[in-house]
């Protein structure tokens, strides 16, 4: 492959990086800001991945948006994604004992990935979008994937992070960060109360792959009213019996787990 469709590649990928769940139509003027690429160029780019199905046009405001082939690749993406397919019946039962919303995070470069997700049927609870990224120093599942990482790839993340507070109990304090992440790897699990969404609780426990790497956060979350002292504490318990569960499927057979729930 030459130099000319290496770059013409490369822009091609710099414009779909720029929708996102918030910003999901764009102009091409948009696009060449975001990108610091020519409108030309980019009007020309995105034409041709219009006429591939990559891209969508709006008729009336001529505005792009992700187009129709890209949930053919997810279709492929989520169907070889083992992950996935092993922890969709144990996240089920977790949502029949536990009632509330249940989600399944990856690591996903420097942030944490939601791949699956079973909200609670009750009239009040949190949503957690499929495919919706957030940080790693908010909340009980991005907590549990930093904690579990090999102590080099966790301080390479926090010295590149920028802490923004998304309420008044986020951790922005680094070295206080590095502390809870002690208290979550020597317990096994993390909990979270209004971290990055005022009055949201929840309770992440590690998933670990037949190499015994951390491979995924799964999750239990709600309304902070219904995460009492007693409701805690059953949450973690089944929380951790399906995290284990899990890993066991994908072939883990460290004694990680019996000895985290001996620290509760």
């Known amino acids: 492959m030459d130099t000319e469709k290496i770059q013409t590649l490369d822009r091609a990928f710099q414009i779909l990086d720029c929708f996102s769940l918030e910003d999901y139509e764009l102009g091409v003027r948009e696009v060449a800001r ?9 009007g020309r780019l995105m034409v041709a991945m ?43 039962q977790l949502l029949l004992q536990s009632k509330e919303t249940i989600s399944l995070y990856i690591l996903d470069n420097d942030e944490r990935l939601c791949i699956e997700r079973m909200e609670s049927a009750q009239n009040v609870r949190i949503v957690a979008r499929i495919g ?8 009980s599942a991005g907590k549990v994937l930093l904690a579990f ?4 790839k966790q301080e390479e ?9 998304f309420t008044e ?23 979270s109360n209004g971290e990055w969404v005022a ?27 219904r995460f009492t002292a007693s409701a805690v504490q059953t949450h973690i318990k089944n929380v951790l019996n399906s995290a284990e569960q899990i890993s066991l499927e994908l072939g883990y057979i460290g004694t990680n787990y ?6 509760q």
């Open 157 to 165: 993340i926090i010295l590149k992070t920028e802490f923004k507070p």
């Open 50 to 92: 219009k006429n591939w199905g990559v891209l969508s046009q709006n008729g009336i405001t001529k505005a792009y948006t992700i187009g129709p082939k890209s949930l053919r690749w997810a279709e492929i993406y989520s169907a070889n994604l083992d992950i996935r397919n092993v922890a969709f019946p144990f996240i089920n």
């Open 169 to 191: 109990n986020t951790i922005i304090d680094p070295q206080a960060l590095r502390e809870e992440l002690k208290v979550i790897r020597n317990k096994g699990y993390a909990f």
């Open 34 to 42: 975001m990108t610091n690429l020519s409108s030309s160029v980019c």
């Open 258 to 263: 019996p000895q985290f729930k001996q620290s």
């Open 149 to 152: 990482l090999p102590t080099k």
């Open 199 to 225: 009055d949201a609780a929840g309770v992440a426990a590690p998933i670990f792959d037949h190499k015994g790497a951390v491979v995924a956060a799964l999750t239990i979350s709600g309304p902070s009213n």
């Open 132 to 139: 919706r990224r957030l940080p790693l120093y908010a909340g």
